[in-house]
C-alpha cells in the first residue's frame, strides 16, 4: 500500500505563495503517477496538476503560470508551489497517487486547507 501525507497549507494573503508537500510510503514511489486535486467548499473535487512517472506535467487552466508540480523521486515526495494565490484557490488540497491499474492501487491523503484571505 501507499500512504501519502500532505503538508504545507494554510492562511495566506492574496499575492502570496506557498509550498505544498506530500510525502509518500509504502511502495515504489517512482513508478507512480503523481496529482494534487482540490475540492473548495460546494464544489466538485477538481485536477490542479499531475506529473506523470515520466515526468509529464499538465495543470488546469485556471492555475497555469501560478502553480508549478515537481516530485523528488529519492525523498518519495510530489510538491506544489503555488504562487500569486487569489481567493478562488481556497480549497482543501489532496494528494494523490495513481498507480495505473488495480494491482498497484489508486491512495489519496487526507487533504490539507489552504485559505487565501485577507
Known amino acids: 500500500q501507499v500512504q501519502l501525507v500532505e503538508s504545507g497549507g494554510g492562511l495566506v494573503q492574496p499575492g502570496g505563495s506557498l509550498r505544498l508537500s506530500c510525502a509518500a510510503s509504502?511502495?515504489?514511489?517512482?513508478?507512480?503517477?503523481m496529482g494534487w486535486y482540490r475540492r473548495a467548499p460546494g464544489k466538485q473535487r477538481e485536477l490542479v496538476a499531475r506529473?506523470?512517472?515520466?515526468?509529464?506535467?499538465n495543470y488546469a487552466d485556471s492555475v497555469k503560470g501560478r502553480f508549478t508540480i515537481s516530485r523528488d523521486n529519492a525523498k518519495n515526495t510530489v510538491y506544489l508551489q503555488m504562487n500569486s494565490l487569489k481567493p478562488d484557490d481556497t480549497a482543501v488540497y489532496y494528494c494523490?497517487?495513481?498507480?495505473?491499474?488495480?494491482?498497484?492501487?489508486?491512495?489519496w491523503g487526507q487533504g490539507t486547507q489552504v485559505t487565501v484571505s485577507s
Open positions: 494523490n497517487a495513481d498507480g495505473r491499474s488495480n494491482l498497484r492501487g489508486n491512495y
Open positions: 509504502g511502495s515504489i514511489f517512482s513508478i507512480y503517477h
Open positions: 506529473i506523470t512517472s515520466g515526468g509529464s506535467i
